[in-house]
């Protein structure tokens, strides 16, 4: 299967890498301390058509293919980790719809996500179901001609300033989360429905992660993403696609740290040398540039699987996420290292980059989920999984 980036792939990169350079990366600093949502810089993305990549030309999006939706979030996580998720997180808030919405359903609400219009947001987690997702609690009863949703939701991203958010509750609470979860798409604006609180976080702080509460939050019938019990499947399905996100956004954030490590080993002198020219730093940034190359191409590699729709995408999107999460960390470790003591204050961006870099190895399945799901697909492909 082929995967090279074309000259169209490039070509974007340049033109997200400008932009990322002259308007996002100046305000990476100031959105970090501050821990607030950049709203100008989701006006720019929309208004540079950047919201509406995993969107079809029908409904006003950009429909690029998945390495152009990668390179997307690289370029702008390289300047800005926060800011790369409001389009990272706006197509797994619509993943559930593309994946399981009715044609009425996507034709009411993509024209508003691609448009950047409006921001989506996607409600699995529960305070008591982390990575064991089939142990929500939160239920959706049958009323008429709709459903009422009771319970709560936690670390949503986005869940404070989202218009749209996909949600998934139990129908069937005797037939547990895996039989008896169903999918619900909730405008935030629904009568019941808060974000009472949002989490002081170690990185991504400008990127609002919200608990969220529904109280008799009632949703038509019409609302129902596919039938009553594929909430699991549903959910699953989606993940498998949108952590390959994450790893463009690993990715993105471990070139930025390289590319800062080298202006700063290029330019600071020390026993009246410059630092990049000791082989010691040299043998880092070597290690640095090529982990972060693997990263990327095994991202792409993933990406064209999830094009292709091939049957193990799973196993490919998960081994790039897990891979590029790892990296991310351990390349924004390096470039703090490669800065010295300045690399520890925040007057150098890379201490910020080392914070963002950790939540790639947590959030849409921490590593040692990403671990499970590629060895159970590693032992299926060898007929050694286990029976029953
Ligand atoms: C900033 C942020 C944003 C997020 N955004 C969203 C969002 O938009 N939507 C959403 O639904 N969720 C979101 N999440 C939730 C996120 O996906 C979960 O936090 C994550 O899946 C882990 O769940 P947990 O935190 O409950 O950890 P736990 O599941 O409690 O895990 C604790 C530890 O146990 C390990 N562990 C758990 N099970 C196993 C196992 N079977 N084998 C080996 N080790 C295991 C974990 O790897 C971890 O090290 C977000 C989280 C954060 C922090």
Avoid at 186 to 195: I, L, M
Avoid at 345 to 373: C, F, H, N, W
Wanted: aromatic fraction near 6%; glycine fraction near 10%.
């Amino acid at each position: 299967m082929t995967y090279l980036p074309t000259a169209d792939h490039d070509e974007l990169r340049a033109a997200v890498r400008e932009l990322a350079e002259e308007r996002i990366a100046p305000r990476a600093a100031e959105i970090d301390e501050k821990a607030e949502f950049p709203w100008d810089l989701k006006e720019l993305l929309a208004k540079q058509d950047l919201l509406g990549t995993c969107f079809e030309e029908k409904h006003g999006g950009t429909n690029l293919d998945t390495i152009g939706q990668s390179i997307v979030a690289e370029e702008i996580a390289r300047a800005d980790a926060t800011t790369s998720l409001i389009p990272i997180v706006q197509k797994l808030g619509a993943l559930p719809i593309m994946l399981a919405g009715t044609d009425e359903q996507k034709d009411r609400y993509f024209p508003r996500l691609a448009s950047g219009e409006w921001l989506a947001a996607f409600g699995l987690t529960e305070a008591a179901a982390g990575s064991d997702v089939a142990s929500n609690r939160m239920r959706a009863t049958r009323d008429g001609d709709g459903y009422v949703l009771n319970g709560s939701k936690r670390f949503i991203t986005h869940g404070s300033v989202a218009n749209l958010l996909t949600v998934f509750a139990l129908t069937d609470p005797e037939a547990g989360g895996r039989k008896g979860m169903s999918a619900f798409i909730v405008e935030a604006d629904t009568p019941g429905f808060a974000a009472p609180r949002v989490e002081h976080k170690m990185g991504i702080r400008g990127s609002p992660t919200a608990e969220l509460t529904f109280d008799d939050v009632r949703v038509p019938v019409a609302n129902r993403l596919g039938e009553e019990g594929e909430g699991f499947k549903i959910a699953m399905a989606t993940l498998d696609r949108s952590r390959l996100g994450i790893a463009a956004q690993a990715v993105g954030i471990a070139q930025g740290a390289l590319d800062a490590a080298i202006g700063y080993a290029a330019d600071r002198q020390q026993f009246g040398q410059r630092v990049v020219d000791f082989e010691g730093i040299q043998f880092m940034l070597a290690d640095m540039a090529s982990q972060t190359e693997a990263a990327r191409q095994l991202t792409y590699a993933a990406a064209a699987r999830v094009d292709a729709q091939a049957s193990d995408l799973r196993y490919w999107t998960s081994s790039a996420k897990l891979v590029a999460g790892d990296t991310a960390m351990r390349v924004t470790t390096d470039a703090v290292q490669v800065l010295g003591g300045y690399g520890y204050i925040s007057e150098y961006p890379v201490e910020r980059m080392m914070r963002d870099a950790k939540i790639t190895q947590l959030y849409e399945g921490t590593q040692q989920i990403q671990r499970l799901i590629v060895a159970r697909q590693l032992l299926q492909r060898a007929g050694a999984a286990k029976r029953g």
